[in-house]
């Protein structure tokens, strides 16, 4: 800039000068040097706001977190019911122990239980149980009755009954039927994995 020469200009344009090459170099140090500073600051600061907000969902959930534990055990209670309606697992033992118990509590002779094999329907299974009893009319109307009573679904088919011929017998019907009953899903064996 030697041939710059500002003393005989007048004293303003020494100002415009001055105010022009300040400018540049302003406008140097913002778009070269300060440039990925103020990226990085307007990135953070994106970041900044979207964990914000993550906390805030957070603490609103927080809030609702007893609302959630109280639906979630209800949702377990009745999950657990209709378990105990239509079990995962077909629970043999426990249909038999049943079985018993009605045959104990009445008049009747339980001649045969057969289970058969497991029928794959849309998103549960059947379980045909072939059943002969003895028993008086009544007795058996009962037996029924209780069997409805379950809470377990239990479906009584191709009911065929016959009077007994035996002398002295205190049953005077033989009936036998198909007892089918559901599992929900896949047949699982009892104590298989889930």
């Known amino acids: 800039m ?3 020469d500002l003393e005989n200009r007048p004293w303003y344009f020494a100002l415009i000068l001055g105010v022009v090459i300040a400018g540049v170099l302003i406008w140097a140090f913002e778009n070269y040097l300060f440039s990925d500073i103020q990226k990085d600051i307007k990135a953070r600061t994106n970041d900044l706001q979207v964990l914000q907000g993550k906390v805030r969902e957070g603490k609103a959930a927080e809030a609702r977190l007893p609302q959630f534990r109280e639906e979630a055990e209800r949702l377990e209670t009745e999950l657990n019911r209709l378990l105990r309606i239509l079990p995962t697992a077909k629970q043999t033992d426990e249909l038999i122990k049943k079985i018993k118990s009605l045959t104990e509590r009445g008049n009747f002779r339980l001649v045969t239980f057969q289970p058969q094999g497991f029928v794959k329907k849309d998103f549960y299974s059947e379980w045909p ?7 008086s009319y009544h007795e058996l109307a009962l037996f029924f ?19 007994l011929s035996k002398r002295g017998s205190p049953y005077t019907i033989s009936a036998g039927f198909t007892m089918k009953t559901f599992i929900y899903g896949d047949f699982k064996q009892e104590g298989a994995p889930r």
């Open 2 to 4: 030697a041939g710059l």
């Open 145 to 163: 009755d209780r069997l409805s009573r379950f809470s377990r679904i239990i479906n009584v088919e191709t009911l065929a009954a016959g009077a």
């Open 129 to 135: 149980i072939n059943v002969q009893l003895e028993a």
